[in-house]
């Protein structure tokens, strides 16, 4: 399956914007999807994923402001990020992995395709 990752640009603080991830090639539904993202001289941190069965679930700085969800129908998964700070700068990449335990849904080495990153950049 090929992940096609979208939606990142420039943003005020406090602002928001909608991440895309676009797949084709694969059976969609029965795919695990999850975002990371990433900043110069750091590591991949996990940001949401969401289960085929539609369940979310968030890393800690991700609750309450952003929010996964997927449309089956058009093979996408969302990732709506509010209230937004510097701090969200980064590279956003999704990733997809159709065997993933609900305790690896935030290890990188649990997905077996990645999209290529979108970048988002949050400053006035």
């Known amino acids: 399956v090929q992940l096609q990752a979208s939606g990142g640009g420039l943003v005020q603080p406090g602002g928001s914007l909608r991440l895309s991830c676009t797949a084709s090639?694969?059976?969609?539904?029965?795919?695990?999807i999850g975002w990371f993202r990433q900043t110069p001289g750091k590591d991949h941190e996990y940001v949401a994923a969401i289960r085929q069965n539609g369940i979310s679930y968030y890393g800690d700085f991700a609750k309450g402001r952003f929010t996964i969800s997927r449309d089956n129908g058009k093979n996408t998964v969302y990732l709506q990020m509010n209230s937004l700070v510097p701090e969200d700068t980064a590279v956003y990449y999704c990733?997809?992995?159709?065997?993933?335990?609900?305790?690896?849904?935030?290890?990188?080495?649990?997905?077996?395709?990645w999209g290529q990153g979108t970048l988002v950049t949050v400053s006035s």
């Open positions: 090639g694969g059976a969609f539904r029965s795919y695990a």
């Open positions: 990733a997809g992995g159709s065997r993933i335990i609900l305790s690896s849904l935030s290890r990188m080495s649990a997905y077996d395709y």
